[in-house]
């Protein structure tokens, strides 16, 4: 019955075309999981012992807060620091950066530091005060982390929410 043949080939053409899909489909998850891994592989790799959170970039991203007391009266910590050319007076670090700041910057006068780097390694407050452009060495400081007396301000590693008190006796 020729009804009959069509109906058989039909019901063929049907587990083709199953057949088909479920071999796509397969081939796709092998691609994505391909295409997942070898991203992986990409990620900037950690030379140091500590792990930072990232940025939708997948930048390394965090924010150290900074208080400057100058003569025990609190001091502003300006905006711009490692963007405005007058306040980015080192770069050796810039290329670890966006384009157009170093990886250690400030964009406000709230404190908030913000340390943005292509590459997961620590930085130091002494880099900060590099690239701000800040020399303290004729003065007293004294440092506070979380509360904390740190001995060597300068090598002092930036980590995301550490609360940084300077400070600074010019007298
Ligand atoms: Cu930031």
Redesign the pocket.
């Known amino acids: 019955m020729p009804q009959e043949k069509f109906g058989k080939s039909n019901k063929k053409i049907k587990g083709f075309v199953i057949a088909g899909a479920l071999i796509a489909l397969a081939v796709g998850v092998s691609l994505f999981m391909l295409t997942s891994s070898s991203s992986v592989s990409k990620l900037p790799i950690s030379n140091s012992p500590s792990s930072y959170p990232h940025d939708s970039m997948g930048m390394m ?1 965090i ?1 150290p807060h900074f208080t400057l007391i100058i003569d025990e009266k609190p001091a502003v910590v300006p905006a711009q620091i490692g963007i405005d050319q007058s306040l980015w007076n080192m770069h050796t670090l810039d290329s670890y950066g966006m384009t157009g700041m170093a990886p250690l910057h400030t ?1 406000d006068i709230s404190g ?1 530091i ?3 780097s292509y590459k997961d390694q620590d930085y130091t407050l002494g880099q900060l005060l590099l690239i701000w452009g800040l020399s303290l060495d004729n003065y007293n400081v004294k440092v506070t982390v979380d509360g904390n007396y740190v001995s060597d301000y300068k090598d002092l590693a930036l980590k995301d929410g550490q609360q940084i008190v300077m400070n600074i006796t010019t007298k």
């Open positions: 991203h924010h964009h908030s913000h340390v943005e």
